[in-house]
């Protein structure tokens, strides 16, 4: 049976629920999981595409096809039946098969490497960037001109036609630099999205045209003492801080080291941070400190404790990377 035929026969039953949620969507932009689900009439193609085993193609559309349900009413399940439009929202094999059919995605944007009259956001010109994505957040660059901003748009629209994804439009926007109010005008019709401002967070961390300033890195020292508070309570061993200081606080800022250059003035507050919980417990910077931070840092062969020197181990990720 499909879709269309079950809500026409059960429609006396649903009819109430549905109605809810269509009113809850209007309001809140958010669909129920239950009857929010995405067509994967792109994953055959692109798995082909990709050169994926046979044997492997087959496995995934075996698991999509098998899929079905059983309603349980009044505390008993109904017989399965068959699901015709696949895989519903929330199923464990879904966030992988998103990530083969945004695959078709990242090969459409790159087509653009192979057209000469295409021009890259001056940035991204020497790399050929046209996109960088992480899952489902995606980055678009492209020359402050309408010609080439059309172009993206007309690789999303048939993005949306082959797989019916597309962007959220309360969650998108558009950040300019160098053109005109006519262009941004135009550009915000094209695409249809709100006008962004930098700075702005991607993954975690602050985008900006900028040297970064103290209220840009106080999310960092924020996170180090929310840590440190929610361990005060505990009573633990100097050994037992240590092992926590080591692992979690590092881990903490590992990500930030391999992206930025922290200022000295803010590695030196996280030590402190650190120094004072191990030696007195608490979230609250103290001078009480039986040795100094970087004698603790050492090896322990040479007397030490071995923890991590952050401003070090900034400069060899940050070197890494870059």
Known sequence: MDIS???KRAWSMIKSDVVRAIKDFFTTGKLYK???????TLLPKVMIELRFPRRFQDWVLTCVKIVSYSIVVNREPSVPFPAAKGLRQGDPISYFLFAIVMKYL???LKGFQKDKEYKYHHRCSKLGITHLSFADDLLLFARGDIPYVTQLQQCLNQFYRASRLQANQTKSFIYYGGVTQVVKDEMQQIFGYSR????VKYLGVPLSTKKMSFAQWQPLIEK???RIS?????KLSYAGKIQLVQSVMFGIQAYWSQ??????????????YCRSYVWSGYNVITRRSLVTWEKMCTPMSAGGLNLINLKLWNMAAAAKNH
């Open 106 to 108: 990242s090969r459409s």
């Open 5 to 7: 035929r079950f809500f």
């Open 259 to 272: 992206l930025f250059l922290i200022p000295s003035k803010f590695i030196k507050i996280i030590e402190a």
């Open 224 to 226: 180090t003492v929310a």
């Open 34 to 40: 239950a009857i929010n689900c995405t067509a994967i």
């Open 230 to 234: 929610s361990w005060t309570a505990k």
């Open 196 to 199: 962004g401002e930098l700075p």
